[in-house]
């Protein structure tokens, strides 16, 4: 899949993998799009914390989700901060995905004047430095 908007496109920084988040980064590289699960709970969370905001346990592995969503919210945004510049407006979304959770990402491949609340969208990956970084675009 090619990104053919992305206002974002090359200025992203590389993020810079914590111990915690390392499976997260990790599976990235691979364009596997990581989150948590808590087997006590049977849930999943999202961002990457080190006990389960379920049951306070620490039985949590790494599983890989469907990429498939549909946009929470969203926001348009015109005036990037630093270290973004000159950047066209782009699209800040929380997601929710069909694990439950929601990711705070950008969609690409989608005019801005299109998004709506609850359009579906499917996982894709851009580079932020040389680490691949989900986002996600129209389904």
Not at 36 to 44: E, F, M, R, W
Not at 78 to 86: H, I
Request: one cysteine or more.
């Amino acid at each position: 899949m090619s990104i053919e908007f992305d206002p974002l496109a090359g200025q992203r920084p590389a993020p810079i993998p914590l111990n915690l988040t390392k499976p997260f980064w990790d599976g990235a590289q691979d364009k596997k799009l990581m989150l948590q699960y808590c087997t006590q709970s049977g849930k999943y969370q999202f961002y990457p914390r080190p006990v389960s905001v379920y049951t306070g346990g620490r039985d949590l592995e790494w599983r890989e989700a469907s990429g498939k969503g549909h946009v929470y919210s969203f926001s348009l945004s015109y005036k990037a901060p630093p270290p973004f510049k000159d950047v066209k407006p782009y699209i800040v979304a929380s997601i929710e995905l069909e694990e439950g959770v929601r990711i705070l990402t950008n969609i690409v491949n989608c005019d801005p004047s299109t998004v709506r609340i609850d359009m579906p969208v499917r996982l894709t990956w851009v580079l932020a430095g040389t680490v691949n970084y989900p986002v996600f675009e129209p389904a």
